[in-house]
């Protein structure tokens, strides 16, 4: 036989070996069950002879011969080359199956070793892509639930974790679960099985989330903490804000002129806390009308927030020792349609003349139409909102501004209470906090992409994907 | 105490919306509490529309100015409110309909049982049966009890219930069990959601006998006769144009009589469908010949003026082409592909009785059927011979060559949507009155095929509905297309509201306006900005300074726009979106421990 074809079966012989090192450590660590139980293989893979019982070269003859030794061999290549391009690839080694920790029992996770065919083993992959399969029972009609192509796993690691995701429905039920290697053609290895079943618990913590608490618990505690603070008496500065102080002027206003005042609260639900913030203002404006006898309106945009402005109102006025003055009437209902509602409130703008106007709440496009026919009235208008694209208009069109958290911060400022005031020092720490994550996020980022530092570089994606990504 | 349930309600649900984002456990109850306060705020809808109501008429008592406004309002509010409430001119949902389906109520207990060995899986957490059995299913004594006929959809919530092969095989035993009579397979069904028997279609006297040996239990001898009754009651209704192909075969339930199409028992959308097309035998748009295509040129341009050549050019074209015998073949052949069938769950659970370790659910498939020569040749004729009824190739195809049930059925429905005489003739007018015109004349030749085509689909249509027993008149949306809801939101509320967001415009401009004045620092740099970011929006910015060279780039108007809301305005908005996120948060905090309680009204309590 010539040296090609020697070369050729050589080349064709192929190693059949298991990984010998048993359970990788991580594996171990997790003390999970495991097994290697090769299924019967769909088609086997055979040694073609041994190359060194061929390698003598004979001589004599070699004008025919060679012809005939040249077509034998290219037909051996070629029907080897078919074969071994239909030949599916060695099975995947060890896997293990368990339930993913901190989670709300919805994902398994299934871990197993590549084939020997795939990288890191082969120099030439082999495989394409994963199948995992499970049943509910071990003998079962096993149901595709996953592919994991070889290319989302890192080709460095001997072994690939997949989630497995689960219907509440599955939550708690037992599973099995089988992995093969799919080759370049499609053709699927022999299976490997767990030996063991694995169920889905539901953990009391979703773990994802655990950063989100811990921020969470540090703003919340230093707003208690404050609070407890001011309750002891201690002295807390909080900065004049001007649309705040210019609330009472404004009432005085409209007094002097008897004209009444508007108060229009946003054209949100009770379940937005810019609408709930907006009627902790009324009460206090509500108080000071009382107080100087003038009048103040209340159109409202939803049912509830009409029920609920009304309740304030009324409270108002019997804290200020007015209860005679409240009429019921003036707090109303137009309609929940936004371009509706601010339809009736130009209008009646333009009819009543209002000597101060209050906006307080959530707002969208109609901001700018309130602020413009309030301005064209004469009147003083007074705007707080946390809608970031509605805060132009009104620092356009309106006398004083509340932007964001000064509109927040409106009701303490407004009552003076100690507990409230102390609460927005907490709030303050909240903004030490992030004043202090955005100086570290950014060093990092500089550190790990200008500095090149590895270090940093996990470090800021530590801090971008799981701290800030809501867990 | 009456803010302290208030507040104690206010903590309560706030702390468990809180914890709920955080407790996997939990997390049903913080959608609980969010539907409670969507309760409520359905509740505050009846106060706020009394409350408008009594605002108004008091503005119109008291004759207050403006008083005629507020008539409008109470009016445009009531007229809403009839037409919104009583759904008027809101069809039955299509969807929520049972077309062609007759009902007589009769409870479970008077249905046959069925029964088969078998016992319920045990599962790791106990798991009630699938709601659409529970009513039909028990299991005791070692025994799956179904009391009626199961239907695919109960038989895939059981299989689906649990993928265990014992229990799958238990159910398929059962559902084989619980199959009604041949008879009536198929047309016969219990829908367990009202407790009502149900048929579709006609019922034949064969189907009678079969039912009522079916249904022996006593008392159920009414709901029998009432659904006897309900499928065989004749509904008609006139025809203005009869098909002159018209061909319904024996035995169905619909005959034409005196011009008026007569239906017994309810029109299924089966039937109807068979009646608007392949019985109508309507004549199927083929690939005409050059003389043919000359008789219909001549045909139109004698009833009115020449056509332009692009008319003529149009007419050539969709006249000369039409479906192929090779697209059928394809059909066919595509339809004869031998498919890999599904193992019931009997063979696979002897599979695995046996031992065989990797369970293969579909069994290899068969020999495909692919269309012969002689085959060819009869799709060939069809496809040019006008007289070559759809009927009368399927049965020159079964005499040349194998033709699987499948195939079959897959040509059919082709034929059936294949565009008729009529529809193409009216897309052809369509397509010549966009190249040219034409006269009254030449569209009525066009499109008189077409107009008989749709005064029989809509008369096969009135019949549908006449025969149909509406099940849910209240059904439909509210705002459904063509309602009276629809009609005002449309014609009325859309353009109102489209006409109060313009006036945005003028008001931006006014306040622009007022706002940009270079009164002092700040004043001038908001005003530069303006500038930039109005002026690299437009094309005048851009060609302002498109002379710039490529190094200066960053300069230009567009790339200034760019630049200044990536980098400035999203810098400022985050500033204040953090500010916001943190006074939301203090906020919710002082409302949940009840520090704040202005919102509620201030003072002690």
Known sequence: ?471 | MKRTIPLLITALSGFVLIFAYFIPATESWGESVAIWFDILAAIAYVLGGGNLIKVQLKKISDRKAGWGYAAVTLMAFTVTLIIGLFKVGVTPARNQEYYGESFAPLPVSLLPEFSVPGELPIKQHPQALPPSVRSQMQVADGRLTFRGWMRDDQFDDLISWDSRLEWRANVEALQEAATPPAELRGVLAYHYEHQSLSFLGRMSPEQETALRTAIIEPGAETAVERLRNAASKETSAPVEWTPPTLSIPAGAPVVVENDRLVVQGPLTPSDRKSLERRWAGLPIARQLLDFQIRFWLTKVTSNGPSLRREQVEILNRVLGTAFTAEELRDVLNTAGQAQPTPKSWRELLAEQQEGIADLEPMQPAGESVTVSDAQLAALERFAVDPEFTPDALVEALRAAGPLTPGQESKLRATIDGLPTVGERNYALALELLKAGSLSTAQIDVLLNDYRNERHWRRDVAVLAEASHVVKYPWSGQFDQQGSGFSWLYRYIFQPLTATMFALLAFFVASASFRAFRAKNLAAILLLGTAFIILLGRTFAGVLLTSWLPEELAWLRMENLTIEIMRVFATAGNRAIMIGIALGLASTSLRVLLGVDRSHLGGGDD
């Not at chain 1, 004083?400 to 000064?406: A, D, F, M, R």
Request: proline share 6%; net charge negative.
């Open chain 1, 1 to 471: 036989m010539t040296v090609a074809v020697c070369q050729a079966l050589t080349s064709l012989k192929r190693q059949r070996g298991r990984p010998t090192a048993g359970i990788s450590p991580s594996l171990l660590r997790r003390g999970l069950p495991f097994a290697l139980t090769p299924g019967p293989s769909p088609g086997g893979r055979g040694e073609i002879g041994n190359p060194t019982s061929c390698c003598t070269p004979h001589p004599g003859d070699r004008g025919r011969r060679a012809a005939a030794l040249r077509t034998f061999v290219l037909v051996i290549v070629v029907i080897s080359g078919e074969l071994a391009s239909a030949a599916p690839p060695a099975p995947p080694g060890d896997v293990a199956a368990g339930d993913h920790d901190g989670d709300d029992g919805l994902k398994i996770d299934v871990g197993f070793v590549r084939s020997q065919d795939d990288a890191p083993f082969a120099a030439t992959p082999m495989v394409k892509e994963y199948l995992i399969r499970r049943a509910t029972e071990p003998d079962g009609l096993f149901v595709e639930v996953r592919r994991v192509k070889t290319g989302e796993a890192d080709k460095e690691s001997e072994i690939i974790d997949a989630e497995i995701e689960l219907t509440a429905a599955e939550r708690g039920e037992q599973f099995w679960f089988r992995v093969s290697a799919v080759g370049l053609d499609g053709e699927v290895s022999a299976y490997v099985q767990t030996t063991t079943p694995v169920a889905s618990t539901r953990e009391l913590f979703d773990r994802a989330r655990g950063w989100l608490a811990v921020l969470m618990i540090a703003l919340c505690g230093a707003i208690v903490a404050f609070i407890a603070l001011a309750r002891r008496g201690a002295k807390l500065y909080v900065r004049p804000i001007a649309g705040l102080e210019a609330v009472e002027e404004a009432v005085g206003r409209a007094t002097e002129m008897g004209r009444p005042c508007l108060f229009v609260p946003g054209i949100q639900d009770m379940n937005e806390i810019q609408t709930i913030a907006g009627l902790a203002v009324l009460s206090r404006v509500a108080e000071r009308a009382a107080e100087y006898d003038a009048t103040v309106e209340v159109p409202t945009s939803k049912s509830l927030v009409m029920t609920a402005a009304r309740e304030t109102v009324e409270a108002a006025y019997y804290t200020a020792g007015r209860p005679d003055a409240f009429n019921a009437d003036r707090v109303y209902y137009v309609t929940d349609e936004q371009f509706g509602y601010v339809a009736y409130l130009t209008g009646h703008m333009v009819r009543e003349k209002p000597a101060a106007c209050f906006y307080m709440g959530s707002f969208f496009a109609e901001s700018l139409m309130l602020a413009e026919t309030g301005n064209s009235v004469g009147a003083i208008q007074v705007a707080g909102t946390a809608q970031p694209s509605q805060l132009p208009f009104f620092v356009a069109a309106c006398d004083y501004t509340l932007i964001g958290e000064e509109f927040f911060a409106a009701s303490a400022y407004l009552s003076g209470d100690p507990d409230q005031l102390g609460s927005l020092k907490g709030q303050d720490v909240g903004k030490l906090i992030v004043a202090a994550l955005l100086l570290v996020g950014c060093g990092l980022f500089t550190l790990g992409t200008a500095g090149g530092s590895s270090v940093a570089e996990h470090a800021a994606t530590y801090l971008k994907t799981v701290i800030l990504s809501g867990g």
